[in-house]
């Protein structure tokens, strides 16, 4: 398998496109299947299935280990190159938009979906911070519901924004709740170990 040189960001799917969506937009592009690994939410692996062509053009279907949330991105050797299977991989499967997150987020009420919500922002977020994203995830992460903080928290590693470290490091050492406490340790941990801690 060639190890592409660009990425696209992630387009998180809805809830009713899953990898047959993705494996028939391959078909179309005459892609044969190169990889695949199953989820296993328990050791942390995301699920994956990469169809790739004879030029080194990639799609990839991701479920998330976490939140068994599906998205797609595509990789090559350069933007150029990818840029047109990407745009067909986004009018055959409609992702997603971010301003359609964060709409559903705003109005949304319920814990639930306003965790998943927040995950998907997170997986949605593109590689420059984002506004949108900032405050939304931010407002999770001081949501007084814990189930909403800790999907803020993962949303903050899909993110990998360090402007997030300050509210991260709040949570901590303040946070009500120990398992909250010590899934914010980790994060801080992590951007450390990544060069983006102090």
Request: some cysteine.
């Amino acid at each position: 398998m060639v190890e592409p040189e660009y990425r696209t960001r992630r387009y998180v799917l809805h809830p009713d496109k899953h990898w047959g969506h993705a494996a028939n937009l391959a078909d179309e592009f005459g892609w044969p299947l190169v990889y695949q690994q199953q989820r296993d939410q328990a050791q942390g692996t995301d699920g994956q299935m990469i169809w790739q062509s004879e030029t080194g053009i990639s799609l990839h279907y991701v479920v998330d280990a976490t939140a068994g949330i599906g998205y797609i991105t595509l990789a090559g050797p350069d933007e150029d190159t990818v840029t047109p299977f990407a745009e067909r991989a986004v009018t055959a499967l409609s992702p997603w938009r971010l301003e359609e997150l964060y709409r559903e987020f705003d109005g949304e009420t319920s814990p639930v979906e306003r965790g998943r919500l927040t995950l998907r922002i997170g997986l949605a977020a593109p590689a420059e911070p984002a506004e949108g994203c900032l405050r939304r995830i931010e407002d999770s992460l001081g949501d007084e519901d814990p189930r909403i903080r800790l999907a803020g928290l993962w949303a903050v590693t899909y993110t990998g924004y360090e402007e997030f470290l300050g509210p991260v490091r709040r949570m901590a050492r303040e946070d009500t709740e120990p398992w909250i406490r010590t899934r914010a340790e980790s994060i801080v941990a992590a951007f450390a170990g990544a060069g983006d801690g102090e």
